[in-house]
Every structure is written in structure tokens, then in C-alpha cells.
């Protein structure tokens, strides 16, 4: 009798907040009301609730009382699909502010136990230790005005492919196993043109930390994507390869700056490097990397997921695709510096090079807003340990984030898009960022 007494308790009663709505429109996928009205409790807490965002502070805060065990349920055990939620998500992001552009980041759940689904002392190598954690990756949409992760992936440590007791015990799916970071990055993006049905945009990724980035861009090139890719000094590329070789020539990003740029070759440009940071002037050079590889050699390219179900009109994989681009390597080569001080690589023009400087410093949005879902969101307070509670919890807090970026969307003024078609995103720090990504078209004059 316990366990659906909460089926007779009141819901929470509708508030001049918006809140309300924009659960309804959400949750209308979930096919019980039970799991309408505790998704409602749970967003609402990750909303209102203060500090740690745990089951018996939500409750408290949303009804007044604890009730711990039916918002335990409805996160870790109830069966609904969060793929509908973030479906249904990305396209009220995409219908309100159309992105610019999709970035990648890697996400750090730290976590005490060893317990929790993908936890592993593993080395996280953008904080450059070993951390007790989980890993995973978010995929935002991104505008000049902020951005919102809609998908996530969590990162499987590779000794939990063969530890069937851990596997049972986080309910995780036989079909998930470790793969390596660039192939979660392919899944997700034909997730996003084939199931949703996104229009495609460039794809932002920092890879300064991974040393296998050719598979990554072998892989966007099949689909046709452009893509602005952040890379080390020592990431090595590949300079040739013709249909008789099987690995090609290879040189670091630095060898390839210094072997062909000369200073004639820089532009100066104004840009900002992290949003809090006022604007600077530096240099930028674009270089072309010779003889891109040759199709079929390195890297699979193919599809990494099952093919989704026939559809009348052509889908995206089977539509005329774009031609990619040559490939070329930027550097931000700061003036007065023998180095410089930031790379990537990319199959988008090099000619308007300050579009490729703001197109950069959009990457800047997605981090902030991961950081705002730990920070404001309760993202990293997940108590559960299955595969499934852990993807409704980080779903659930993204739509937190949505919340307050359709918000402010709707409260935007007429005028201040700062793209054609586009609308503001702008949540919290953001509105302080959002001249980033406009700061870098202030002034582009050859450089010496």
C-alpha cells in the first residue's frame, strides 16, 4: 500500500513560474501520470531545491515532506526513455535559437565508492591526475549567446567490459561496452542528424588531451560535417596518403605550423580567449595540410550505430553530402611569441579566419554550461548506482538548463539576436560571454 500512496497525494500546484508548462510539454512523453508528476517534483527540485540536490531535499522543498522512495523509483527503476526526453528537448532549443554550432566535452563525476555504473580510478587527463570518478561526454548545442547539453554518454572504463558482476549490479546494457572517445563522438553526432533529425553544424571538440584524432576527422568527413577541432602542439597529422599506403605520413601540429607559415602568413585578430577575459589582440595563421587522406585508409568511417527504421522520404546518410573541405591547421600565434599558443585542425575555409576565431570561442559556451548544470543544477548529485537512474538524472538536469535558457529566449527583445535567425541563450555568466563570440570580427589586418 506504500509504494502508491503517492498517487492520491496533491501535485504540486501550478505557479506563475512557467515551470509548470514546461513540464507538461515535456513529460507529455512519459505514457503513466505517476511518472508525469514525479518528473515534475524531481525537475522542480533541481530547480528550487538549495545546495545538494538529493532526493529528501527536493521532496522537501517541492512538497513539504520527505518522499524518498517513489522519486528514487522514478529516477532509477522507472522505465521511460530518456532518448524522447533529449529528442523532444534539442528541438525546443533548435526551434527557439538555432545552433551554431555542436560541441563535445568531456564531463568528471568524482565519485567515493566503486560502485556507481563506469566508476573507475582512471586518469582524467584534462585535470592531469588520476581521479576516482566517472567519465562521460555531453554534446551541447551551441549559439553566440550560450549553450545547452541535450546527449550524453557515459564513458565505460574498459575493465568494467569484463567484470559481469559489477555489470549486473548497475543493470547495465549488454550492448555497452569501452570504446574509444572519438567513436562516442560518431555516435552521437548520427544520433543527432539521423533520429532527431538535426540540421547539420559544425562540430567543436577539444582533442588536446587524445592522440587519435585522425579516426574522429576521418569519420565527420563520411558524414559530411565541417568541423573546428582543438588539438595539442604534439597531436601528430597526417600530411599524405596516397591508395599504395596504409598509414601515411605523419608530423606534429607544431613541425606543420613552423614548416609552412612564414610571417607574412598571419593575421592579427581580436578575440577572447575565455569569456571572463576582456578582448586581446593576437595573430592567427592558417596552413594547409598537404594531400588530405585518401578515403577508406585510416579509420573506419563507417556508421557506429544500427540503422534506424526505413523512412519514406531519403535520410540524411542516403542525401547528396557535403564535399568536405581541404583540410587546415590554425595556430593563435600570440606577437612576440616563438610559439604559438593554441591549435586546431579543420575542414572549414580558412578565408574569413575571424569566423573560425568566433566559431572557437563557442566552445567556451558549452563548458560553461556543463559547468552551470554541477554548479546551479545538481548534476553531480546523483546517489544512485544503475546505468539507467544515471542517464535520467543527467537528462533531467539538463532540462533544468533548458528551462532557464528557453526562458530567457522568450524574454529576449526583439533586435537582440546577435545571428540572423538566432535568439539569446543567455543564462547566467553567459551574458557577460555572449559578446565572445563577437569580439573576434572587431578587427582583421594582415599581420607581420
Known sequence: MSTISYL????????????????????????????????????????????????????????????????????????????????????????????????????????????????????????????????????????????????????????????????????????????????????????????????????????????????????????????????????????QLTRHESTGHAAQAAQLVHRFCNDGQRTAVAWRPHPDAGPRHTQFVAVELPAGPARGQVGPPQRTRPAVPPRVRPTRAEQPRRRPGARHLVAEWPFGRSQPRAYWVTNLSPHRLTELVALAELRHHSHHGCARLQQDFGLGDFEGRSFRGWHHHVTLASAALAFHALRNCEAAPDGAETEPGGSRWTTGRSASASSSARAARVVSVPGG
Open 8 to 239: 492520491h497525494e496533491p501535485r504540486p500546484e501550478e505557479r506563475p513560474d512557467g515551470i509548470s508548462a514546461y513540464c507538461q510539454d515535456l513529460f507529455a512523453l512519459l505514457p503513466r501520470s505517476d511518472q508525469r508528476h514525479w518528473g515534475e517534483v524531481y525537475l522542480r527540485g533541481l530547480l528550487q531545491a538549495p545546495g545538494r540536490k538529493t532526493p529528501t531535499r527536493i521532496s522537501e522543498e517541492v512538497l513539504g515532506r520527505k518522499a524518498v522512495q517513489p522519486l528514487q523509483q522514478f529516477v532509477n527503476q522507472s522505465p521511460w526513455d530518456h532518448n524522447e526526453l533529449r529528442r523532444h528537448m534539442a528541438a525546443r532549443m533548435r526551434t527557439a535559437a538555432p545552433p551554431r554550432a555542436w560541441a563535445f566535452d568531456e564531463v568528471v563525476f568524482p565519485k567515493n565508492g566503486v560502485h556507481s555504473v563506469g566508476v573507475a580510478r582512471q586518469f582524467v587527463a584534462s585535470q592531469g591526475r588520476v581521479v576516482n570518478c566517472q567519465l562521460a561526454l555531453a554534446t551541447s548545442l551551441v549559439h553566440a549567446d550560450g549553450g545547452v547539453p541535450v546527449n550524453w554518454q557515459l564513458l565505460l572504463p574498459r575493465h568494467w567490459d569484463g567484470d559481469q558482476e559489477l555489470r549486473d549490479k548497475a543493470r547495465i546494457p549488454a550492448q555497452e561496452r569501452h570504446r574509444p572517445r572519438w567513436r562516442y563522438v560518431l555516435e552521437s553526432v548520427d544520433e543527432l542528424l539521423e533520429r532527431w533529425d538535426m540540421p547539420p553544424a559544425p562540430v567543436l571538440a577539444d582533442w588536446r588531451h587524445d592522440p587519435e584524432v585522425e579516426p574522429l576527422l576521418r569519420g565527420l568527413e563520411a558524414r559530411g560535417l565541417g568541423y573546428l577541432i582543438e588539438v595539442a602542439p604534439t597531436t601528430r597529422l597526417h600530411q
